[in-house]
């Protein structure tokens, strides 16, 4: 390894420990949002198994019943015992377990694109201080977080959840991270809706990830390696975020990395942890992690187009590291996980001379992704015994894995979350019983299933048309908004008595919250610590209704934006290949 002279610094050594905060208390549900009631279903297509052995069949039925798959087999055998009556619905295309998004801040997915990025940065604590970011990205979700009506209500809340889950549904995603809430109370929840949420899912048979951790535990070797071997399933945490020149080394995004030795030869990883970007990592630092059998999740998109450089996924991969991919959030990513497979479709072909193929690819967005979360028994793969999450596209002609890779949005014909069609053509919604509020993509005719009786009320009483309307408003008039929030309230305005629960975003990545999305641990001093500065109140900060503007409300989809892939072609940062070749695949 390429070392880099440094002294270890346990907090919790022989000095006293700093005091840890009492952990807040998150608001769990009354049983699993998707419950195993579906209805007895059978879809005939080409089907992509992505079990061990990468079967296809290539004219199969899946056979599904009360929110799992029961069989999957050739259609010219004999329907399995229960489902004689039940005549397979054809698809007209491709079957795939549906899209698992490891790294995705939902909450932001309603904002445009920056562009364009305004320079090339270094490491993540750069960024968020360019004047750009304030005005374009931490200002307006700091209104939409917290904007309320008079009585005091959330305003804003419910309209962002149903806008960015549908964003999701509409790029084949099934399950993705969460959103989740403070309260005045000192209690966080997480909204319960349509997509599987990793870190709630109140279901034993799918254990929860943590991506957020008390800060005090990430400021702690000692601590935070406790919490690794001995807590929860998987720890999606941000790790190195940012570059590592080869004339430097000792890059700060490395030195996050680095931090995790916490003795000459003891480091704070296992199989526990999946690295979120891991950009700043170095060959010899992939093999560290690939022995402590670490994962890591890539979002070749955002890195680039921040960075202009992306994770060591070729180290990685021989490191024997396993690698799943995100989206990271619309300011600076793609807009669904469908779009992000493009790009690192691109990037392997274009920058790594085709180390991945498209089956690797897809893999990374299905099994792979499953297995981070020690849910590879009931996801990621279609066989019989896992949850029915799926995915069809048209067609069954040509390599199935690129046919997924080089899928457009409009190419989509169902898509399916616990045996339930959530979306897809109304042809194909209508022959599996599924109704609900209807929408084009890209010109084409499709139809949303948002009924969902476990789902937060909140958000059940919202249509997407409800959401877009409110929204657009909320972003067109983001000033008066603002100015309405810094306006002090007469004292007795709300009328809320003291058991009154006021809940607004969880802004980690723009507010102190008390959590960590990162390990913070100290490398060169007992008060030097890795990763961008806490988050502290800027005194002389103007006064948000005086530097905001109105912005767009982001498309849904890249088929219905018509500046998304020309603002691409203008991006600095990012490599030329990918500038000009992207729209070939929309």
């Given at each position: 390894?390429?070392?880099?002279?440094?002294?270890?610094?346990?907090?919790?050594?022989?000095?006293?420990?700093?005091?840890?905060?009492?952990?807040?208390?998150?608001?769990?549900?009354?049983?699993?949002?998707?419950?195993?009631?579906?209805?007895?279903?059978?879809?005939?297509?080409?089907?992509?198994?992505?079990?061990?052995?990468?079967?296809?069949?290539?004219?199969?039925?899946?056979?599904?019943?009360?929110?799992?798959?029961?069989?999957?087999?050739?259609?010219?055998?004999?329907?399995?015992?229960?489902?004689?009556?039940?005549?397979?619905?054809?698809?007209?295309?491709?079957?795939?377990?549906?899209?698992?998004?490891?790294?995705?801040?939902?909450?932001?997915?309603?904002?445009?694109?920056?562009?364009?990025?305004?320079?090339?940065?270094?490491?993540?604590?750069?960024?968020?201080?360019?004047?750009?970011?304030?005005?374009?990205?931490?200002?307006?979700?700091?209104?939409?977080?917290?904007?309320?009506?008079?009585?005091?209500?959330?305003?804003?809340?419910?309209?962002?959840?149903?806008?960015?889950?549908?964003?999701?549904?509409?790029?084949?995603?099934?399950?993705?991270?969460?959103?989740?809430?403070?309260?005045?109370?000192?209690?966080?929840?997480?909204?319960?809706?349509?997509?599987?949420?990793?870190?709630?899912?109140?279901?034993?048979?799918?254990?929860?990830?943590?991506?957020?951790?008390?800060?005090?535990?990430?400021?702690?070797?000692?601590?935070?390696?406790?919490?690794?071997?001995?807590?929860?399933?998987?720890?999606?945490?941000?790790?190195?975020?940012?570059?590592?020149?080869?004339?430097?080394?000792?890059?700060?995004?490395?030195?996050?990395f680095l931090a995790l030795q916490v003795a000459p030869d003891r480091w704070a990883l296992n199989d526990r942890l999946a690295g979120i970007h891991a950009a700043g990592l170095l060959p010899e630092d992939f093999a560290v992690l690939g022995r402590h059998q670490g994962a890591m999740v890539w979002s070749p998109f955002s890195n680039l187009l921040l960075y202009g450089a992306t994770a060591d996924v070729k180290a990685a991969r021989r490191a024997n590291v396993r690698i799943a991919l995100g989206s990271d959030w619309s300011p600076s990513g793609s807009k669904?996980?469908?779009?992000?497979?493009?790009?690192?479709?691109?990037?392997?072909?274009?920058?790594?001379?085709?180390?991945?193929?498209?089956?690797?690819?897809?893999?990374?967005?299905?099994?792979?992704?499953?297995?981070?979360?020690?849910?590879?028994?009931?996801?990621?793969?279609?066989?019989?015994?896992?949850?029915?999450?799926?995915?069809?596209?048209?067609?069954?002609?040509?390599?199935?894995?690129?046919?997924?890779?080089?899928?457009?949005?409009?190419?989509?014909?169902?898509?399916?979350?616990?045996?339930?069609?959530?979306?897809?053509?109304?042809?194909?919604?209508?022959?599996?019983?599924?109704?609900?509020?209807?929408?084009?993509?890209?010109?084409?005719?499709?139809?949303?299933?948002?009924?969902?009786?476990?789902?937060?009320?909140?958000?059940?009483?919202?249509?997407?048309?409800?959401?877009?309307?409110?929204?657009?408003?909320?972003?067109?008039?983001?000033?008066?908004?603002?100015?309405?929030?810094?306006?002090?309230?007469?004292?007795?305005?709300?009328?809320?008595?003291?058991?009154?629960?006021?809940?607004?975003?969880?802004?980690?990545?723009?507010?102190?919250?008390?959590?960590?999305?990162?390990?913070?641990?100290?490398f060169g001093g007992p008060d030097d610590f890795t990763g961008p500065e806490r988050i502290s109140p800027r005194a002389a900060a103007a006064p948000l209704s005086t530097i905001l503007g109105s912005i767009a409300l982001d498309r849904l989809t890249v088929a219905d934006d018509p500046d998304f892939l020309s603002e691409i072609a203008n991006q600095p940062n990012v490599p030329e290949a990918i500038r000009t070749r992207l729209a070939e695949l929309y």
């Amino acid at each position: 390894m390429t070392g880099i002279p440094r002294r270890w610094y346990p907090l919790a050594g022989a000095e006293a420990p700093p005091a840890r905060r009492a952990p807040v208390a998150v608001a769990r549900g009354a049983g699993p949002i998707d419950l195993p009631t579906g209805p007895k279903a059978a879809l005939a297509g080409r089907v992509v198994t992505m079990d061990d052995a990468f079967t296809v069949r290539t004219d199969a039925v899946v056979y599904i019943d009360r929110g799992a798959i029961v069989a999957v087999q050739d259609r010219a055998r004999p329907a399995p015992p229960g489902f004689e009556g039940i005549a397979p619905v054809a698809t007209r295309g491709t079957l795939y377990p549906g899209l698992i998004e490891l790294h995705n801040h939902l909450a932001y997915n309603a904002l445009p694109l920056w562009a364009p990025v305004p320079r090339r940065f270094q490491h993540r604590g750069q960024w968020p201080d360019h004047p750009d970011y304030r005005r374009l990205i931490s200002g307006p979700m700091t209104v939409v977080g917290t904007y309320r009506y008079a009585e005091g209500k959330a305003a804003l809340l419910a309209p962002l959840v149903r806008y960015v889950e549908c964003k999701c549904l509409l790029g084949g995603v099934t399950t993705s991270q969460g959103i989740m809430l403070n309260s005045n109370a000192g209690i966080r929840r997480y909204y319960r809706g349509l997509l599987r949420n990793v870190e709630q899912t109140d279901d034993p048979e799918l254990p929860e990830a943590q991506a957020r951790i008390p800060d005090i535990d990430a400021r702690d070797a000692a601590w935070f390696l406790e919490r690794l071997e001995k807590e929860g399933s998987c720890f999606l945490l941000h790790l190195s975020e940012g570059v590592t020149p080869p004339d430097a080394p000792d890059s700060i995004a490395r030195r996050h990395f680095l931090a995790l030795q916490v003795a000459p030869d003891r480091w704070a990883l296992n199989d526990r942890l999946a690295g979120i970007h891991a950009a700043g990592l170095l060959p010899e630092d992939f093999a560290v992690l690939g022995r402590h059998q670490g994962a890591m999740v890539w979002s070749p998109f955002s890195n680039l187009l921040l960075y202009g450089a992306t994770a060591d996924v070729k180290a990685a991969r021989r490191a024997n590291v396993r690698i799943a991919l995100g989206s990271d959030w619309s300011p600076s990513g793609s807009k669904n996980l469908l779009g992000e497979l493009k790009v690192a479709w691109l990037y392997s072909q274009h920058m790594l001379d085709g180390f991945f193929g498209a089956r690797d690819l897809v893999a990374m967005a299905t099994r792979e992704a499953a297995a981070i979360l020690k849910w590879d028994k009931a996801l990621g793969t279609l066989q019989p015994g896992r949850r029915a999450d799926l995915l069809v596209i048209d067609g069954t002609a040509g390599d199935p894995y690129e046919a997924l890779v080089k899928a457009k949005e409009i190419s989509i014909r169902l898509v399916m979350i616990n045996g339930l069609a959530r979306y897809g053509t109304p042809g194909m919604m209508s022959a599996l019983g599924a109704a609900g509020e209807t929408l084009r993509v890209g010109g084409r005719l499709r139809c949303l299933n948002l009924m969902q009786p476990t789902a937060d009320p909140d958000v059940a009483a919202v249509s997407l048309k409800q959401a877009c309307r409110t929204l657009r408003a909320a972003f067109r008039n983001l000033p008066a908004l603002a100015r309405e929030i810094e306006t002090p309230r007469p004292r007795n305005a709300l009328r809320s008595t003291p058991e009154s629960i006021v809940w607004s975003l969880a802004l980690d990545e723009i507010e102190d919250t008390d959590i960590d999305l990162r390990p913070r641990l100290p490398f060169g001093g007992p008060d030097d610590f890795t990763g961008p500065e806490r988050i502290s109140p800027r005194a002389a900060a103007a006064p948000l209704s005086t530097i905001l503007g109105s912005i767009a409300l982001d498309r849904l989809t890249v088929a219905d934006d018509p500046d998304f892939l020309s603002e691409i072609a203008n991006q600095p940062n990012v490599p030329e290949a990918i500038r000009t070749r992207l729209a070939e695949l929309y």
